[in-house]
């Protein structure tokens, strides 16, 4: 399996560029449905430990459906496949250029959640015109059993997110562990709770957030993801459905920039358009590296083949 490694802003991107599982020929939510309920195990054997590591996000590339698209992509962490994700865009955008596959410019990437723009300012630097994001609820509280009470609000990004703002815990480094043990809490209470996107979709995201201390950033969060991990980056989806809030609030005005850094100070730049129907259209700008181009082996008589969680 040939791939790619990049990490955008301390978060991995691993690009699966052949050796992937045949999804057919459907639309990317009908592929990806495939890849989620019948190849878990190849998911996990690309991302899990001794081959991949915690954080890490795959993207599959796979035909598109648009002929005006570069590529389709289909991205999964260790137990979910995204609809969309952000970084990851950013990341596949530099592999791209790194391989010589695209060129400093406008492109088009496929995603099952929808079509996203990207523009490669330079071989590092990309923007990401996400999909139409919006908030469906404010102010839904719930209660966490002998741990307290919650109120946020759900949003879309690309992804299912419930945002807490400020975030009870202070959002440093050195409280990870706290802040990880407590957003798992928060995500099994929304589901508990039938706390969801406005057709019932899971919450598969939690993010707290708060003031930056840099007086040159607005905010600063703090993201879990589905397989347990923190978004090392300010995570793309969740910045979109947190500009979705911010939109919704009035607190911020179409086109004005902000900056968001993530729990370990990577930065984005954030802004938004309105859409026709009142969603949003957010834009992310941020950074990649490529770190790796590597040949994954997976040998039948590795008892580890598979990966272990750790
Ligand atoms: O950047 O959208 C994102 C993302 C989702 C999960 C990890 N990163």
Known sequence: MHVIDSHTGGEPT??????????????????AQI?????????QSVLFEPRGQPAMVAALLVEPTEADCTTGVIYFDADAVLGMCGHGTIGLAVSLAYLGRIDVGAHKIETPAGVVDIL??????????NVESRRV???????????????????????????????????IPSNIRKLTDLTIMIRDQTHKANIGG?????????ILQSQSTNKN????????CPDDSYDRSPCGTGSSARLACLAADGLLKPGQEITQESIIGSQYRLSYQLAANGNIIPQITGQAFVMAETKLIF?????FANGIRL
């Open 14 to 31: 691993r690009v699966i560029l052949s050796g992937g599982p045949d999804l057919g020929t459907g639309t990317l939510a009908q592929r």
């Open 198 to 206: 406005d057709n019932g979709e899971l919450i598969d995201h939690i």
């Open 299 to 303: 040998n039948p008589t590795d008892p």
């Open 217 to 224: 950033i607005h905010s600063r969060n703090f993201v879990l």
């Open 120 to 129: 490669l300012s330079d071989k590092n630097t990309v923007t990401v015109t």
């Open 137 to 171: 609820a404010a102010n839904l509280s719930m209660e966490v059993e002998g741990i307290g009470h919650f109120t946020g609000d759900v949003a879309y990004g690309g992804n299912w997110f419930y945002i807490i703002d400020p975030s009870p815990i202070e959002l």
């Open 35 to 43: 890849l989620a309920t019948k190849h878990k195990q190849f998911c």
